[in-house]
């Protein structure tokens, strides 16, 4: 769903926000939502952890991609 979502819009980068019931289904199983499309997503937020460490190298990619 996500990659089709992607497509649509034709966004290099979009933050997708998504609400389901549960992360051990597939999308398909339960009841979900998709409720915001960002066209810059703030990846920076979720990037650092407490005392400033990096957590996530996922989000210093995407961040070089933009």
């Known amino acids: 769903m996500f990659k ?5 819009f034709g966004n290099r980068l979009l933050g997708i926000d998504f609400l ?3 992360l051990k289904k597939s999308w398909r199983d339960q009841r ?3 409720i915001e499309l960002n066209s810059l997503p703030n990846i920076r937020m979720h ?3 407490e005392g ?3 957590k ?3 989000a210093e990619a995407l961040v ?3």
């Not at 089709?4 to 649509?8: D, H, M, N, W």
Request: proline share 0%.
């Open 4 to 8: 089709k979502i992607v497509e649509i």
């Open 20 to 22: 389901g019931e549960t």
């Open 32 to 34: 979900c939502a998709v």
């Open 47 to 49: 990037d650092l952890i």
């Open 52 to 54: 400033g460490e990096k």
């Open 56 to 58: 996530n190298k996922a």
């Open 64 to 66: 070089d991609l933009s």
